[in-house]
Every structure is written in structure tokens, then in C-alpha cells.
């Protein structure tokens, strides 16, 4: 039994962020990626680690039970995951998806309250390449073309197919996955503008990711080379960062492969938080 509930906390700038919370034990907070909301994000992991832990699934501002404002900066982002962090009981593991890895682990430069973090394919765009660039640009072109059309489901889709290979991007397909994050496309478009004229501390930064002093564990993706180069310049250049790969897993492990990802996450916060 999930033990389902919910939990709230107010930004300094007045937006609600809202969680679904589920079972029993120490607390892990999951930040979900770009595409969707901490619901839709890690509902294939969930039911893999209730048993053991007190799952937090706050959504990112705009989304879910969260309340909407038009400041959606990244370093905005990243108070609401220390808010957020800050409001729960016990110290929490926070683990974080793609860019939502990227907020977790900036915000770990900035909290003490966070005992440990797990990074699923943190994205360091200021590695790519010119090549990198111009198709992310393409992409996101692609998808504002789409959205404006009014079919965000292909846009969710096209911009998925950024760090999904064609296997992740079928299996998404099947559980519904692109039709239900669709409507947070719009919310996405206008955070990515935001982010593009961003100037603070970001994990492209090596300095930054060297501030980290928290055990930090990376789970690289083995489907797209650029999102495997990203997770290790961040276990590179983190203070005794570990990595953890999950076999045959991609970019989107949490929904291809839940089972697995569980159990690593298992293995990651278990010890941690519950020494011998």
C-alpha cells in the first residue's frame, strides 16, 4: 500500500508547490525531468521503493498540484528544490531526472539538508558541440512549430527524441506517456527561453560541481554519446563521486527500465540512510 497523501510548501516568491507522498520510511525526494511532472515522472519506480522509503514527487512550478508563475528560471527552480527539501521532517535523499538532476545538484552546492543525491543523466549542454547545439535548436524550433499547430503530443514527442533513442522513444510511446506530458509544452517552450539567458552557477561549471560535498552517485544513459559525456564530466569533477550503471538503460531509465533503476536507488540511499 502507496499510504498516498499529499504535502505543500509556499516559495519566497508566493507559488505552492505541491507533492504526492507515498510510504514509509526515510525520505527520498524525486525531481522530475523537462518533460513532465513528478507523477507521470517516476509512477513506474514508485511502487519499488514504498516499502522501504517515504517518496516525495513535488512538481516543478506550473505543473501537477504546484501552483503557476512566470518566473521559471533555472535559478528559481533550484530554490524550490531547496524549499522544498527544507519543508520535509527528516533530512532527504533527493534524486533527480535529466535537468531535473541538473537543479539537484546545483541546489547541493547550496544545502546542507540533503544527506545524499542520486543523478539520473544530468545534462551539461555547455559540453555539445556546434553540431549538438544546432540540433537541440532545431528541436525546440520543431516543437514550438508543432505546439502552435496544436499537436503537443508530437511535440512532446519531437523533443523526447533529444535523449530517447528509438527504443525509449517506442516504449514512452506505449505507456502514454508523450500524450500526457503534452500539455506541459507550452510551460516548456517558455522555460527554455528562460534558461537559454541564464548566467549562474550551472554543472557545465567544473568549480561548481568541485562545491559539492555531499556523497553524490551518477547513473549515466547508455543511448545517446552526448548524455553519457555530460553524466561523467559530472562524476569527474565531483569530490568522490561514484558511478552506478544500470544494464542496458538509456536517458529514459525511469520509464524503460523502473525495476532496475529501483534497485539501484535501493542500493544508493538504503546504506546511507540506515548504517550498520
Not at 516559495?11 to 518533460?35: R, W
Not at 537541440?136 to 499547430?149: D, I, N, P, S, Y
Not at 500524450?179 to 541564464?198: F, M, N, S, V
Request: hydrophobic share 40%; glycine share 12%; charged share 15%.
Amino acid at each position: 500500500m502507496s499510504n498516498q497523501r499529499t504535502h505543500y510548501v509556499t516559495t519566497t516568491d508566493g507559488v505552492t508547490l505541491g507533492a504526492t507522498v507515498h510510504g514509509q520510511g526515510p525520505p527520498l525526494v524525486l525531481v522530475h525531468g523537462m518533460l513532465g511532472d513528478g507523477d507521470l515522472d517516476w509512477r513506474g519506480v514508485l511502487g519499488h521503493l514504498t516499502g522501504r522509503f517515504t517518496c516525495h514527487l513535488p512538481s516543478w512550478r506550473g505543473r501537477g498540484l504546484s501552483g503557476d508563475h512566470p518566473d521559471l528560471g533555472f535559478g528559481r527552480m533550484v530554490d524550490d528544490i531547496l524549499a522544498y527539501v527544507d519543508s520535509v521532517e527528516d533530512p532527504a535523499g533527493v534524486v533527480g531526472w535529466s535537468f531535473g538532476a541538473n537543479l539537484a545538484l546545483v541546489a547541493a552546492t547550496q544545502s546542507e539538508a540533503m544527506p545524499s543525491v542520486a543523478a539520473i543523466g544530468p545534462v551539461a549542454m555547455g559540453l555539445a558541440d556546434e553540431q549538438g547545439q544546432a540540433t537541440f535548436g532545431e528541436a525546440v524550433g520543431r516543437t514550438a512549430e508543432l505546439a502552435g499547430q496544436g499537436d503537443l503530443t508530437a511535440a512532446a514527442r519531437t523533443i523526447a527524441s533529444l535523449p530517447f533513442d528509438d527504443e525509449e522513444i517506442a516504449v514512452a510511446e506505449d505507456a502514454g506517456y508523450f500524450e500526457a506530458t503534452g500539455r506541459y509544452i507550452p510551460d516548456l517552450l517558455g522555460l527554455l527561453q528562460q534558461w537559454k539567458d541564464y548566467q549562474g552557477p550551472t554543472i557545465d561549471d567544473p568549480a561548481i560541481l568541485a562545491a559539492i560535498s555531499v556523497p553524490v552517485v551518477v547513473l549515466p544513459a547508455d543511448s545517446v554519446p552526448f548524455h553519457r559525456t555530460s553524466a561523467l564530466h559530472v562524476a569527474d569533477h565531483i569530490p568522490n563521486a561514484r558511478i552506478r550503471e544500470i544494464p542496458g538503460a538509456g536517458h529514459a531509465a525511469p520509464l524503460s527500465h523502473p525495476e532496475g533503476l529501483a534497485e539501484a536507488l535501493n542500493e544508493i540511499f538504503q546504506p546511507a540512510q540506515n548504517p550498520l
